[in-house]
T-cell receptor, first 115, second 114 residues
Framework: AQSVTQPDIHITVSEGASLELRCNYS??????LFWYVQSPGQGLQLLLK??????LVQGIKGFEAEFKRSQSSFNLRKPSVHWSDAAEYFC?????????????FGKGTHLIIQP | DTAVSQTPKYLVTQMGNDKSIKCEQN?????MYWYKQDSKKFLKIMFS???????INETVPNRFSPKSPDKAHLNLHINSLELGDSAVYFC?????????????FGPGTRLTVT
Protein backbone atom coordinates (compact mmCIF):
# COMPACT_ATOMS: atom_id res chain seq x y z
CA ALA A 1 0.00 0.00 0.00
CA GLN A 2 1.10 3.54 -0.64
CA SER A 3 2.38 5.68 2.21
CA VAL A 4 3.80 9.13 2.78
CA THR A 5 6.27 10.02 5.49
CA GLN A 6 6.92 13.50 6.76
CA PRO A 7 9.62 12.89 9.35
CA ASP A 8 9.43 16.32 10.99
CA ILE A 9 6.33 16.89 13.10
CA HIS A 10 7.38 20.43 14.02
CA ILE A 11 9.91 22.78 12.46
CA THR A 12 10.86 26.21 13.80
CA VAL A 13 12.48 28.69 11.46
CA SER A 14 13.42 32.33 11.90
CA GLU A 15 11.70 34.81 9.66
CA GLY A 16 13.82 35.42 6.57
CA ALA A 17 15.63 32.09 6.86
CA SER A 18 15.41 29.31 4.32
CA LEU A 19 13.09 26.33 4.74
CA GLU A 20 13.09 22.71 3.67
CA LEU A 21 10.28 20.31 4.58
CA ARG A 22 10.93 16.66 3.94
CA CYS A 23 8.62 14.15 2.30
CA ASN A 24 9.25 10.53 1.37
CA TYR A 25 6.77 8.25 -0.30
CA SER A 26 6.30 4.58 -0.89
CA UNK A 27 4.46 3.62 -4.05
CA UNK A 28 4.58 0.93 -6.72
CA UNK A 29 5.26 3.47 -9.44
CA UNK A 30 5.95 7.17 -9.59
CA UNK A 31 2.79 8.71 -8.22
CA UNK A 32 1.43 12.17 -8.63
CA LEU A 33 2.89 14.29 -5.82
CA PHE A 34 1.42 17.29 -4.08
CA TRP A 35 2.13 19.76 -1.31
CA TYR A 36 -0.80 21.39 0.45
CA VAL A 37 -0.84 24.05 3.16
CA GLN A 38 -3.44 24.42 5.89
CA SER A 39 -3.63 27.63 7.87
CA PRO A 40 -5.31 27.46 11.30
CA GLY A 41 -9.03 26.84 10.99
CA GLN A 42 -8.85 26.75 7.20
CA GLY A 43 -9.12 24.23 4.43
CA LEU A 44 -6.24 22.92 2.35
CA GLN A 45 -4.65 25.00 -0.37
CA LEU A 46 -2.53 23.45 -3.10
CA LEU A 47 1.01 24.82 -3.15
CA LEU A 48 2.39 22.79 -6.05
CA LYS A 49 2.25 19.45 -7.81
CA UNK A 50 4.46 17.09 -9.77
CA UNK A 51 3.19 14.77 -12.48
CA UNK A 52 6.07 14.41 -14.91
CA UNK A 53 8.82 16.34 -16.65
CA UNK A 54 11.10 18.81 -14.90
CA UNK A 55 11.80 17.50 -11.42
CA LEU A 56 11.97 20.97 -9.91
CA VAL A 57 8.50 22.45 -9.72
CA GLN A 58 7.51 25.95 -8.78
CA GLY A 59 4.43 26.72 -6.77
CA ILE A 60 2.57 29.59 -5.25
CA LYS A 61 3.84 31.86 -2.47
CA GLY A 62 7.47 31.39 -3.50
CA PHE A 63 7.59 27.65 -2.76
CA GLU A 64 9.33 25.03 -4.87
CA ALA A 65 9.78 21.29 -4.57
CA GLU A 66 12.19 18.81 -6.07
CA PHE A 67 11.27 15.27 -7.02
CA LYS A 68 14.07 12.75 -6.58
CA ARG A 69 13.12 9.35 -7.88
CA SER A 70 16.19 7.61 -6.47
CA GLN A 71 15.31 8.80 -2.97
CA SER A 72 11.51 8.59 -3.32
CA SER A 73 11.44 12.13 -2.02
CA PHE A 74 9.59 15.32 -2.80
CA ASN A 75 10.96 17.98 -0.47
CA LEU A 76 9.46 21.44 -0.25
CA ARG A 77 11.68 24.51 -0.10
CA LYS A 78 11.44 28.24 0.27
CA PRO A 79 14.46 30.54 0.23
CA SER A 80 13.10 33.08 2.73
CA VAL A 81 10.11 32.47 4.96
CA HIS A 82 7.60 35.07 6.07
CA TRP A 83 5.60 35.09 9.29
CA SER A 84 2.49 34.35 7.23
CA ASP A 85 3.99 30.99 6.22
CA ALA A 86 3.27 29.61 9.69
CA ALA A 87 0.87 26.74 9.03
CA GLU A 88 0.54 22.98 8.68
CA TYR A 89 2.09 21.51 5.54
CA PHE A 90 0.99 18.24 4.02
CA CYS A 91 2.68 16.13 1.39
CA UNK A 92 0.34 13.83 -0.54
CA UNK A 93 0.46 11.22 -3.29
CA UNK A 94 -2.16 10.29 -5.86
CA UNK A 95 -2.39 7.34 -8.22
CA UNK A 96 -0.18 7.56 -11.30
CA UNK A 97 -2.13 8.19 -14.45
CA UNK A 98 -4.99 9.79 -12.59
CA UNK A 99 -7.86 7.77 -11.25
CA UNK A 100 -10.63 8.52 -8.85
CA UNK A 101 -8.89 7.26 -5.74
CA UNK A 102 -8.31 9.79 -3.01
CA UNK A 103 -4.97 11.20 -2.03
CA UNK A 104 -2.78 9.61 0.60
CA PHE A 105 -1.45 12.24 2.97
CA GLY A 106 1.53 12.41 5.25
CA LYS A 107 0.92 13.33 8.87
CA GLY A 108 1.91 16.92 8.29
CA THR A 109 4.67 19.24 9.44
CA HIS A 110 3.78 22.15 11.69
CA LEU A 111 5.84 25.19 10.73
CA ILE A 112 6.54 27.80 13.38
CA ILE A 113 8.11 31.11 12.40
CA GLN A 114 10.22 32.93 14.96
CA PRO A 115 10.46 36.71 14.68
CA ASP B 1 -17.99 32.26 -6.00
CA THR B 2 -16.43 29.72 -3.64
CA ALA B 3 -15.14 26.71 -5.55
CA VAL B 4 -15.93 24.02 -2.96
CA SER B 5 -18.32 24.90 -0.16
CA GLN B 6 -19.50 22.95 2.85
CA THR B 7 -22.31 23.50 5.33
CA PRO B 8 -22.39 23.74 8.22
CA LYS B 9 -18.94 24.96 9.27
CA TYR B 10 -19.53 23.76 12.83
CA LEU B 11 -21.81 20.96 14.00
CA VAL B 12 -22.31 20.02 17.63
CA THR B 13 -24.56 17.08 18.37
CA GLN B 14 -25.15 14.28 20.84
CA MET B 15 -24.25 10.65 20.61
CA GLY B 16 -26.78 8.54 18.79
CA ASN B 17 -28.06 11.34 16.56
CA ASP B 18 -28.07 11.28 12.77
CA LYS B 19 -26.57 14.24 10.92
CA SER B 20 -25.64 15.36 7.43
CA ILE B 21 -22.95 17.58 6.01
CA LYS B 22 -23.49 19.17 2.62
CA CYS B 23 -20.88 19.79 -0.04
CA GLU B 24 -21.16 21.64 -3.32
CA GLN B 25 -18.58 22.37 -6.02
CA ASN B 26 -18.97 24.82 -8.88
CA UNK B 27 -15.83 23.76 -10.74
CA UNK B 28 -17.49 21.33 -13.10
CA UNK B 29 -15.44 18.48 -11.66
CA UNK B 30 -16.37 14.86 -12.18
CA UNK B 31 -15.22 13.38 -8.91
CA MET B 32 -15.85 14.38 -5.33
CA TYR B 33 -14.33 13.15 -2.09
CA TRP B 34 -14.77 13.14 1.66
CA TYR B 35 -11.80 13.18 4.01
CA LYS B 36 -11.64 12.97 7.79
CA GLN B 37 -9.02 14.94 9.73
CA ASP B 38 -8.54 13.70 13.27
CA SER B 39 -7.38 15.59 16.32
CA LYS B 40 -3.76 14.99 15.33
CA LYS B 41 -4.39 16.61 11.94
CA PHE B 42 -4.09 13.30 10.09
CA LEU B 43 -6.11 13.33 6.88
CA LYS B 44 -7.64 10.13 5.59
CA ILE B 45 -9.78 9.47 2.55
CA MET B 46 -13.25 8.20 3.34
CA PHE B 47 -14.96 8.12 -0.05
CA SER B 48 -14.44 9.11 -3.63
CA UNK B 49 -17.39 9.25 -6.00
CA UNK B 50 -18.12 10.06 -9.61
CA UNK B 51 -21.07 9.21 -11.75
CA UNK B 52 -19.68 5.79 -12.43
CA UNK B 53 -18.33 4.47 -9.21
CA UNK B 54 -18.18 4.87 -5.49
CA UNK B 55 -14.88 3.97 -3.88
CA ILE B 56 -15.14 3.39 -0.19
CA ASN B 57 -12.24 3.23 2.20
CA GLU B 58 -12.73 -0.13 3.84
CA THR B 59 -12.03 1.28 7.28
CA VAL B 60 -15.02 3.61 7.18
CA PRO B 61 -17.96 2.35 9.28
CA ASN B 62 -21.17 1.76 7.37
CA ARG B 63 -22.81 4.40 9.56
CA PHE B 64 -21.25 6.84 7.09
CA SER B 65 -22.82 7.11 3.67
CA PRO B 66 -22.28 9.55 0.81
CA LYS B 67 -25.24 10.71 -1.21
CA SER B 68 -24.94 12.54 -4.51
CA PRO B 69 -28.12 14.18 -5.80
CA ASP B 70 -26.20 15.50 -8.81
CA LYS B 71 -22.67 15.90 -10.11
CA ALA B 72 -22.07 19.13 -8.17
CA HIS B 73 -23.06 17.79 -4.77
CA LEU B 74 -21.83 15.06 -2.47
CA ASN B 75 -23.41 15.03 0.96
CA LEU B 76 -22.19 12.98 3.90
CA HIS B 77 -24.76 11.26 6.11
CA ILE B 78 -23.77 9.89 9.46
CA ASN B 79 -26.05 7.67 11.49
CA SER B 80 -25.85 6.87 15.20
CA LEU B 81 -23.05 9.30 15.90
CA GLU B 82 -20.30 8.22 18.28
CA LEU B 83 -17.76 10.21 20.27
CA GLY B 84 -14.99 8.98 17.98
CA ASP B 85 -16.67 10.64 15.00
CA SER B 86 -15.61 14.03 16.33
CA ALA B 87 -13.25 15.43 13.71
CA VAL B 88 -13.01 17.91 10.87
CA TYR B 89 -14.53 16.62 7.66
CA PHE B 90 -13.32 17.97 4.34
CA CYS B 91 -15.00 17.71 1.00
CA UNK B 92 -12.88 17.92 -2.16
CA UNK B 93 -13.32 17.66 -5.90
CA UNK B 94 -11.18 17.04 -8.96
CA UNK B 95 -11.30 16.26 -12.67
CA UNK B 96 -10.34 12.65 -11.92
CA UNK B 97 -10.29 10.07 -13.30
CA UNK B 98 -8.61 12.22 -15.93
CA UNK B 99 -4.87 12.42 -15.22
CA UNK B 100 -3.41 15.53 -13.67
CA UNK B 101 -6.41 16.56 -11.63
CA UNK B 102 -5.39 18.01 -8.34
CA UNK B 103 -8.02 18.11 -5.63
CA UNK B 104 -9.64 21.30 -4.43
CA PHE B 105 -10.76 21.30 -0.83
CA GLY B 106 -13.64 22.90 0.97
CA PRO B 107 -13.18 24.84 4.22
CA GLY B 108 -14.08 21.88 6.42
CA THR B 109 -16.85 21.05 8.89
CA ARG B 110 -15.87 20.63 12.50
CA LEU B 111 -18.09 17.93 14.00
CA THR B 112 -18.22 17.62 17.78
CA VAL B 113 -20.12 14.72 19.29
CA THR B 114 -20.95 15.04 23.00
Amino acid sequence: AQSVTQPDIHITVSEGASLELRCNYSYGATPYLFWYVQSPGQGLQLLLKYFSGDTLVQGIKGFEAEFKRSQSSFNLRKPSVHWSDAAEYFCAVGPPGGGADGLTFGKGTHLIIQP
Amino acid sequence: DTAVSQTPKYLVTQMGNDKSIKCEQNLGHDTMYWYKQDSKKFLKIMFSYNNKELIINETVPNRFSPKSPDKAHLNLHINSLELGDSAVYFCASSHAPAPGGEQYFGPGTRLTVT
